[in-house]
């Protein structure tokens, strides 16, 4: 079958909540919205945007691969992995409070990924 399903929906969920949180950045860059050539260049320029792009790029040849190798029934439910990457990345990089029913929810989360993987 190749390459094992755990590590690479891990890998895959990662890339996806690494491609939300260069969304983020990048937005946070954004000083004001205008119709202008320097407002495009700004953005074009701007390394989070070029991030992002490789994040969901990754994820999506990941998840193209999992499709293909992997039942979609076992792979669909593991890609909610995501989830658990988002929080800990809102954790980490924006400083935000994560509350005991976020915590249970991830380890339901977890939990429920564990049992389908096996």
Not at 10 to 32: M, P, S
Not at 36 to 54: I, R, Y
Request: hydrophobic content about 60%; proline content about 3%; aromatic content about 16%.
């Amino acid at each position: 079958m190749g390459l094992s399903l755990i590590p690479l929906a891990i890998t895959q969920a990662a890339l996806l909540a690494g491609g939300q949180v260069c969304v983020k950045l990048a937005l946070a860059d954004i000083d004001r919205f205008s119709l202008s050539w320097s407002f495009v260049v700004s953005q074009l320029t701007n390394w989070w945007w070029l991030a992002c792009g490789f994040c969901f790029c990754g994820s999506g040849l990941l998840w193209a691969y999992i499709l293909r190798h992997y039942p979609f029934s076992t792979a669909y439910p593991l890609s909610s992995l995501a989830y658990v990457f988002g929080v800990l990345a809102a954790w980490l990089f924006f400083g935000e409070k994560i509350s005991v029913n976020v915590v249970i929810g991830i380890l339901l989360i977890m939990a429920g990924c564990y049992m389908v993987a096996k």
